[in-house]
């Protein structure tokens, strides 16, 4: 895949799982701090270690964050679980979150081309490391259309 990233300007992401998702979140997180093809400052939001946690205080506190972006950045969540599915219903029911739950590369690029996302939940027990690093490279590299989404997206 080809790593070079698409997006211009500062990106801000903040990271949070819950205990199935913290080996992956570790992993991600290290690498995204090494990756100097861009400007991305990372913010762990735990939990810090893999002792049992509930995944929608994780997910509150990604949102909180993710809605108040720093001017100038473009500002993400990723949110990782055991499926992914519980962390992505959990954003969402935050007004001005898009979380998308993606599997592979194609599902990250077009919930950011065409949904605007900014919160890319992943399932830890359902994708190995090194496809979620691509994943989330997709999904940051990608962006919003606009166009004959923007319509949509002012429906939800």
């Known amino acids: 895949m080809n790593q070079t990233l698409k ?3 500062k990106i801000k992401i903040f ?7 913290f ?4 992993e991600l997180v290290a690498r995204l701090k090494s990756f100097g093809e861009l400007d991305i400052k990372t913010h762990d939001l735990g939990p810090m270690n893999a002792d049992r946690v509930d995944y929608p205080d994780y997910a509150k506190k990604t949102v909180e964050a993710v809605l108040h972006p720093e001017v100038g950045s ?9 499926s992914g599915q519980g962390m992505a219903m959990s954003a969402n029911r935050h007004k001005g979150i898009r979380a998308a739950l993606a599997w592979n ?4 690029k077009l919930s950011r081309a065409h949904n605007d996302a900014n919160v890319l939940c ?9 496809l ?6 997709s999904f940051l590299k990608e962006d919003f259309e606009g166009g004959r989404h923007v319509g949509r ?3 939800f």
């Not at 990271?15 to 998702?21: Q, R």
């Not at 500002?75 to 990782?80: A, E, Y």
């Not at 590369?105 to 990250?108: G, H, I, L, W």
């Open 122 to 130: 992943l399932g830890a027990r359902l994708i190995p490391a090194e």
């Open 105 to 108: 590369e194609e599902s990250a």
């Open 153 to 155: 997206l002012e429906k």
């Open 7 to 9: 997006a211009n300007g």
């Open 15 to 21: 990271v949070a799982s819950d205990h199935a998702g």
């Open 23 to 26: 080996e992956l979140k570790s």
């Open 74 to 82: 473009r500002t993400f969540g990723l949110l990782i679980c055991g």
């Open 132 to 137: 979620a690093w691509r994943i989330l490279l």
